[in-house]
């Protein structure tokens, strides 16, 4: 049998504890599978004397990540802290720069960096393995990284953020306010006490920029990403939604066009007959769409110690399987200099149009203003209906619910500043955009 694989591992937290855990409960079997032992000679945290519920005394303690880094007798150094910035980013760059494999969980980091950190691990001969960054226990990365090699991919989208999952399903299925759902995912451990990362639509977006690299190999764009997060969804959307025979969820849409790559971010109402419809609690979801394979949906936990842990596993033991001298496959399919420049589309018109929520006052002509509105903007109407539970003959405002053939951002945009410049509007518009996945 080969040399044991030597581990380093930084960040103790939740899915570092479990990943010491697995390792050694499973270190024997482990061995046998990969053809060589996987040994944790090296770890770090913040707090050496907490109990994390595994056994870390026999484990060289190192007092910073960049000691363990750049010092530690590793082959591979695991990054589980987080954050783009430091300590993780040196930490990284150090293990790369003595040609040691580097896996990380670090989305954030990959968003911001991972281009720089891929070219770094070519020129030293490393590995920059990412499989937990993305999409917890789904194993996305190798799908496109490997797996779907030969494909010319179309579009990737998908549930990528647990925390919104979460609080959009809840709502749903026990009517309660968006504001109360966070509060119960915060209790559950779901959502931080600061959510705004992941429920304005950040974290979905850090992961999308990797994936739509990975698909239509370019460099990451994390910033030229339209991003709208979910803060705004009431429960009336829900229940508008679920009449019209739709359910909303937070998706991150990347896909090619003939004037580049469009990336987005933001709530969107599913047919509630198509599989990502049914995609509920903290579980995530990636849809790839390509010529030769046609649809592929992998549904999975999306976070968690076991699940991410589950996926920094197997980036380890494809490196314990690796042998000398074997090709490596670069960090983003492609060597970075083979990748190809961020060309950012406008976004397109989208198959099923848009759903559109007015809070009006019950004056005569409205119904008619607002369909001449849309005519201007050359916005054909699906259906325009009143949709509200106090009786049409009350003297309140009523709601007004439209859904609009396939039509563009832009058009719809002018269209909803056209309404409200009328003056019978109560409150701000909704618009949510309504996808029709092709994975049914």
Known sequence: MADALKIGIAGLGTVGASLVRILQERHEAL???????????????????????????????????????QTADIDVFVELMGGAGEPALTAVKA????????????????A????????????????????AAVAGGIPVIKALRESLTGNTISRVYGIMNGTCNYILTKMEKEGLSFEACLKEAQRL????????????????????SILTSLAFGTAIAADDIYLEGITNISIDDIHAAADLGYRIKLLGVAQRTDSGIEQRVHPTMVPLDSVIAQVDGV?????????????????????????????????????????????????????????LPYKQAQIQSHEGGYFIRLKVLDKTGVFASIATRMAENRI???????????????????????????????????????????????GEPQVIRIERPKTA
């Open 112 to 131: 911001s960096h991972g281009i720089a950190l891929a070219g770094l691990a070519e020129e030293h001969g490393a590995l920059l393995n990412y499989e």
């Open 380 to 426: 054909s109407l699906e259906s325009i209906v009143q949709h509200s539970k106090q009786p049409v003959d009350t003297d309140g405002p009523q709601t007004i619910i439209l859904v609009t053939h396939a039509t563009t951002e832009d058009s719809v945009r002018k269209a909803v500043a056209s309404i409200k410049g009328e003056g019978y509007l109560v």
């Open 95 to 110: 293990a790369l720069s003595r040609g040691v494999h580097v896996i990380t969980a670090n989305k954030a980091l990959l």
């Open 283 to 339: 579980t995530n979801a990636v849809a790839i769409e390509s010529d030769i394979l046609g649809e592929l949906l992998m549904v999975g936990p999306g976070a968690g110690g076991n699940a991410t842990a589950s996926a920094v596993l197997g980036d380890i033991a494809d490196i314990a399987k690796s042998r000398p001298g074997a090709q490596h496959v670069p960090a983003f399919g492609r060597p970075v200099t083979a990748l």
């Open 189 to 208: 451990g779901y959502a931080e006490a600061d959510p705004a990362f992941d429920i304005e639509g950040n974290d979905t977006a850090h992961k999308l």
């Open 31 to 69: 061995a046998t599978t990969c053809g060589r032992a996987i040994d944790i000679t090296a770890v770090t945290a913040r707090d050496r004397n907490r109990d994390r519920g595994v056994d870390i005394s026999a484990i060289d303690w190192h007092e910073d990540a960049l000691s363990l880094a």
